[in-house]
């Protein structure tokens, strides 16, 4: 047996038959001197010794001998190898060649899935997984707070390294520009520690003066890149800061849009009450935890701390909590969500993407059954075949991926104008390396996919037969089964996906309904900042003035203001008590805290549900009054008795008086569209004049055209009021759902693609189905089977794969679901009225997609049919 | 390829004589260590060990086929037969050998 598996050629031999064969060789050559010997008279004994003399060292021979042959065989077998190597890929090429339309579509299809999924993962990568540029990134912790809490997180704890606060603040330049900057502690820039670009940060020594780090951004916009930057003073909301240092462009703390980083020590000699301010919970700390301190150890002292306190300030601190989250939650936490659901929606497609591929091969084998038959017969073994079979789908499997990367860089160049907003560190975004290796295994995995399912045909089919006698029922039907299941699997994660982006879809539109309770047609809103009026006297009548002047103009057909910005910030929240109910748990004393101009809800459009809204008689000196909103009144006031009682606010900085209520106004979501029914008090601006006012403009007509004479108008009051970032109200609804709206249409956008593709592998199915069952269907038809009945058939059969795929997908939604959760607005994931327009939908898809199909197979000539056969 | 630990000196030669053998047609080992002595009227002691060496290494190098077959006597041999490149190997080897035999005679011959 051996012999005979040596003796054929094109089997190789391993290292032992190696052995054996030189062994062999040798021994037949001493046997036969020994015979030569013993002829010409020598003893046996004699004959051997001789033998091996004249051999030489026996040893030494066969081993080198062996080595050669090893040495040898390896060769032969890599070059038969790369030969059949060549030969698969030549062939696998010449078949794409021959069959460009086939080719084409497989090529498409997978180039579309490998650059979606590359292009999806670089920007997850980028945000999610790449290392934060800050030095020891994994131990730094965020930590909201107020500046009296942290002085005890510093002083009682010592869970951290280093540690730093900030608070973010808008700066208005010399020209109005609004600039966005971050009001930082001295330890600030050392807990992150990263150098700056040019001259240095900010530091203990600075106490008290006006310095400011600039961003690479702002360096490079404002002035121009120039070396000399460090030393020059720069006016920002009226006071001049000296720049100390330029920061590097990878430096974007917290976020893209902060340019600039002032001093606080500074910045607290204008707001000195904010450091006393328990309940101004607007800061963060960000601090570099000990090496040794873990993250739940850390917690616990904070836990502890946090108790101690709420018993020290039962006021302000009464179940506060301060609760530590790693920077990279503090920082991508908000997109995390959105761009995990966007990754594995767009793995679905491009497993779709690579069934549909598979699934067309599969047909096109069934078409190439003869010649797999030929080459079986002309002594091509079946490991041989499913190799080849293999070679064209990987090669398929590469062609498209590197064609699906050149995608993938296309859309990269694309992507920071698409979602550059949304995303943190989008420039970062690349093709590195371990986004390729991403992109690789997907190109392998997806070959391989591609390749398994034509070798799994394969192995079930006996291919001789078919030379004489073309496929047989059994392996057809094997082939129905298998592109049957996968498509069944494809409809499947396409309804997950489909599934997922009508939930959202559901959400974002009971989102563009909901009743912010404010009217944005013909309105413009400004910031209005008051920061060179330092006294409250003087923003009382810069305020006043400016609103009275803009009222006064042509077109403007109200004018009002407040602190809040409503669906953008309230920008304050304060902790009140209400006269007699002082035993009311803490979270329900809690509200927005806004103060008001005059006509402020009559501008805005906010009903007024009793009561009256704010006069210019509630003035600085008048009686201290309050208006409420309706979720706070409904809350405290459940049999509508509100007007009349008094509550106060718990806020050293603005109001500790006692205040009468005096109107009831509706709900207005101020953190956006989603912030529902916020419980919220009004001040009067004039009883407590905070050192900037939002200004809404009602106008007759277009608001934007007014910009000019409100701006001609406010620097009239004072040329130094800036009217900052003006914007029509409608802007800034569609700013509040950008990000519902980009999550819904990229999902969308993936459950489409991921739908036609699945339809497309159904039509396949079920084309070949018909096309597989011709004679019989002719012989139905020459029965008298009705055109009706012959078309259900076909329909049907598309129809039971359909809710198959349905009900395998609807399982995996529910999975879905439970990670959407958080992305949703009064929708559940598992939302009745989408899982029934997903399964109409499906049936509306099955019967699409078999619908050509069913009417050729009415066209069917029964005679013709029959014949051919 | 591995370094040989056989002859060196000789190992041209012995390469010579092995492929002349095959000339004639296929043989195994033992043949042609009887051809080679026949030839040479017993002038040229070879070393058996150094003949296989020599076989395997032209195998390797492509020079020569092997492959199993039946000897005379019924016995299961390992036969070897030169393949084309064996074939234009052997004439470049034997011009170049009259070339040096003829220069090396001319020397000898005319000791003047």
């Known amino acids: 047996m051996a012999a005979l598996k040596r003796g054929f050629r094109f089997s190789f031999r391993t290292g032992g038959d190696v052995a054996g064969d030189v062994h062999d060789e040798i021994a037949f050559h001493l046997e036969m001197r020994v015979k030569e010997l013993v002829d010409r008279g020598l003893s046996t004994d004699a004959a051997w010794r001789e033998a091996r003399r004249q051999f030489g060292d026996l040893r030494t021979t066969a081993a080198y001998c062996q080595r050669l042959d090893n040495e040898k065989e390896k060769g032969m077998r890599l070059r038969r190898y790369a030969i059949e190597l060549r030969q ?20 498409l299809t997978i180039a579309i899935g490998i650059g979606a999924t590359t292009l999806v993962f670089s920007v997850v990568h980028a945000s999610l997984l790449a290392p934060l540029p800050y030095a020891h990134a994994d131990r730094l912790m965020a930590l909201r707070v107020s500046l009296p809490d942290y002085d005890d997180v510093r002083r009682s704890t010592d869970i951290f390294e280093d540690s730093g606060v900030y608070g973010s603040n808008l700066y208005t330049a010399a020209d109005d520009e609004q600039i966005l900057g971050g009001v930082v502690s001295d330890r600030f820039f050392t807990t992150l520690g990263v150098p700056p670009q040019l001259g240095r940060m900010i530091d203990e020594n600075d106490k008290a003066s006006p310095v400011v780090v600039i961003s690479h951004d702002l360096w490079q916009s404002r002035f121009g890149g120039a070396r000399d930057v460090v030393g020059r003073t720069m006016m920002l909301s009226g006071s001049a800061l000296t720049i100390v240092g330029v920061m590097p462009a990878t430096f974007q703390f917290p976020t893209r849009g902060f340019k600039l980083w002032v001093n606080m020590g500074y910045a607290m000699t204008w ?17 570099r935890l000990r090496p040794a301190t873990a993250p739940a150890q850390a917690q616990g002292q904070l836990t502890a701390l946090a108790d101690r306190l709420a018993q020290a300030y039962p006021d302000t601190n009464t179940g506060v909590t301060l609760t530590l989250v790693s920077i990279r939650d503090r920082l991508v936490g908000d997109v995390r969500t959105a761009l995990l659901v966007a990754l594995g929606s767009v793995a679905c497609l491009l497993f779709i993407a690579c069934a549909n591929v598979a699934s067309l091969t599969l047909a096109r084998m069934t078409t190439r059954m003869q010649e797999l038959a030929v080459r079986v017969a002309i002594g091509a073994g079946r490991w041989r075949i499913a190799r080849q079979l293999a070679a064209e789908s990987i090669l398929t499997a590469l062609c498209g991926g590197a064609l699906g990367l050149v995608f993938a860089w296309w859309g990269l160049a694309a992507l920071p104008s698409l979602i550059g907003d949304r995303v943190p560190r989008i420039e970062q975004v690349s093709l590195s390396l371990p986004v390729l290796g991403v992109s690789a295994l997907s190109i392998i995995l997806g070959g391989l996919l591609v390749a398994v399912v034509p070798v799994l045909q394969l192995s079930m089919t006996h291919i001789e037969p078919a030379l004489r006698a073309g496929p047989r029922g059994g392996e057809m039907r094997f082939t129905v089964r298998l592109r049957s299941a996968l498509v069944i699997v494809q409809i499947g994660v396409a309804v997950i996906v489909l599934s997922g982006a009508l939930v959202l879809g559901h959400s974002f539109v009971r989102l563009l309904n909901a009743d912010a309770g404010i009217a944005p047609d013909r309105m413009l809103a400004f910031n209005l900042p008051l920061i060179q009026q330092p006294t409250p006297g003087a923003r009382r009548s810069a305020s006043t003035r400016a609103l009275e002047s803009i009222a006064a103009l042509p077109g403007v057909e109200s004018v009002g203001g407040a602190t809040g910005l409503a669906l953008v910030t309230p920008q304050r929240a304060t902790t009140f008590e209400v006269e007699g109910r002082a035993d009311a748990p803490i979270n329900e004393r809690r509200a927005y805290f806004i103060a008001a101009s005059p006509d ?11 009561g009256r809204e704010f006069t210019a008689s509630d003035a600085e000196t008048a009686p201290p009054v309050v208006v409420i909103s309706q979720t706070l009144a409904r809350r405290y006031f459940p049999n509508g008795d509100a007007i009349g009682r008094r509550l106060k606010l718990i806020n050293p900085e603005q109001s500790n008086d006692w205040r009468t209520i005096v109107g009831v106004v509706a709900d207005v979501r101020y953190r956006g ?41 406010v620097k009239s009051v004072d040329d130094r009021l800036p009217v900052a970032n003006p914007q029509p109200m409608t802007a800034l609804i569609s700013q509040s759902t950008a990000d519902p709206r980009f999550r819904t249409t990229l999902v969308a956008l993936f459950a489409v693609a991921g739908m036609l593709l699945a339809a497309v592998g159904l039509h396949g199915v079920v084309a070949f189905g018909v096309a ?27 129809l039971a794969l359909a809710l198959a795929g ?36 499906l049936v509306a898809i099955a019967v699409g997609a078999s619908a050509l199909p069913a009417r050729r197979a009415t066209r069917i000539q029964p005679v013709e049919a029959l014949r051919d056969v | 390829m591995p370094r040989d630990p056989a002859l060196n000196v000789l190992q041209g030669t012995l390469d010579l004589l092995v492929l002349k053998a095959l000339a004639t047609g296929t043989q195994h080992g033992y043949g042609i260590t009887a051809w080679i002595r026949i030839r040479t009227d017993g002038d040229l002691e070879v070393e058996d060990g150094a003949l296989y060496q020599a076989l395997h290494r032209l195998e390797y190098k492509g020079w020569v086929d092997a492959d199993w077959g039946v000897s005379e006597n019924n016995r299961r041999a390992r036969y070897y037969s030169l393949t084309t490149r064996g074939r234009r190997e052997l004439r470049l080897t034997e011009d170049t050998w009259r070339r040096y035999a003829r220069a090396v005679f001319r020397v000898i011959d005319n000791p003047a």
């Open chain 1, 600 to 610: 402020y809800f009559k501008t805005l459009g906010t009903p007024l549900v009793s």
């Open chain 1, 88 to 107: 698969d890929l030549g062939y696998a090429l010449r078949m794409m060649v021959r069959q460009p339309g086939h080719a084409a579509i497989a090529l």
């Open chain 1, 772 to 798: 597989r069952r011709t004679r019989e269907i002719a012989i139905r038809l020459a029965l008298g089977a009705s055109v009706p009945s012959v078309r259900w058939r076909v329909i049907r059969q598309s």
């Open chain 1, 673 to 713: 569209l989603d912030d529902v029914d916020p419980p919220t008090v009004y001040t009067p601006f004039q009883q407590t004049p905070f050192p900037w006012i939002y200004v809404h403009v009602r106008a007759h007509g277009d608001p934007t055209a007014l910009i000019a004479s409100i701006r001609h108008a």
């Open chain 1, 806 to 841: 349905v009900a395998l997908g609807l399982g995996g939604a529910q999975l879905l679901g439970r990670v959407l959760e958080g992305l949703l607005y009064e929708t559940t994931p598992s939302d009745p009225a989408s899982l029934a327009a997903v399964a109409a939908l």
């Open chain 1, 271 to 287: 707001a000195p009450k904010q450091t006393e301010n328990r309940s101004l919970r607007i800061f963060q700390v960000v601090g």
